[in-house]
T-cell receptor
């Protein structure tokens, strides 16, 4: 089955700097890659997703890149703000059959003023 | 954040007791899921259901049971057979199983005393 590894497990950045979180996946048939943000004590919420027919997707200060050949995808947050502090989860699934989402272990991002 | 609800928010149980966690959605989604979240381990799938009266085991189904008698409801029972039930439980739903965005409920924190 699919296995998703996420790095780093914790990330501390200064406000205004960029943050990058990387994930690798094992199943070459995976073609859907969402990212979820979970603030302390809250539910995970989708912040951006990408499908395998594109290599990059942007939404304001966040972007995701996908390298299908290397089987890795990354989340980029620019101009970080204190409200970006949260746990971020990557996930991967395939859509040709039942696409069970396999989650990474999460990255705790702390944005310091 | 409406659409998918879980109750209660906090639940305490004595060892040896079964307990049922509620999950309701009014999004008209066919698919529903239960995840368990432990620190540093991401989200692990317990059970999922793609349609009323049908459900399947996920990665860590032992000690848990579910039912899907109505499209809107997917309750999870944590039985006394679950050896380490203290965790944060998240319910989610999606339009269908094929790579659709999953929307999460607010979660139930279960503590076994």
């Amino acid at each position: 089955g699919e296995n998703v590894e996420q790095h780093p497990s914790t990330l501390s950045v200064q406000e205004g700097d960029s943050a990058v979180i990387k994930c690798t996946y094992s199943d070459s048939a995976s073609n859907y890659f969402p990212w979820y943000k979970q603030e302390l004590g809250k539910r995970p919420q989708l912040i951006i997703d990408i499908r395998s027919n594109v290599g990059e997707k942007k939404d304001q200060r966040i972007a995701v890149t996908l390298n299908k050949t290397a089987k890795h995808f990354s989340l980029h947050i620019t101009e970080t703000q204190p409200e970006d502090s949260a746990v971020y989860f990557c996930a991967a699934s395939r859509t040709d059959s039942w696409g069970k989402l396999q989650f990474g272990a999460g990255t705790q991002v702390v944005v310091t003023p | 954040d409406g659409g998918i609800t879980q109750s209660p928010k906090y639940l305490f149980r004595k060892e040896g007791q079964n307990v049922t966690l509620s999950c309701e959605q009014n999004l008209n989604h066919d698919a529903m899921y239960w995840y368990r979240q432990d620190p540093g381990q991401g989200l692990r799938l317990i059970y999922y259901s793609q349609i009323v009266n049908d459900f399947q085991k996920g990665d860590i189904a032992e000690g848990y049971s579910v039912s899907r008698e109505k499209k809107e409801s997917f309750p999870l029972t944590v039985t006394s057979a679950q050896k380490n039930p203290t965790a944060f439980y998240l319910c989610a739903s999606s339009i269908d199983l094929r790579g659709a965005v999953q929307y999460f409920g607010p979660g139930t924190r279960l503590t076994v005393l």
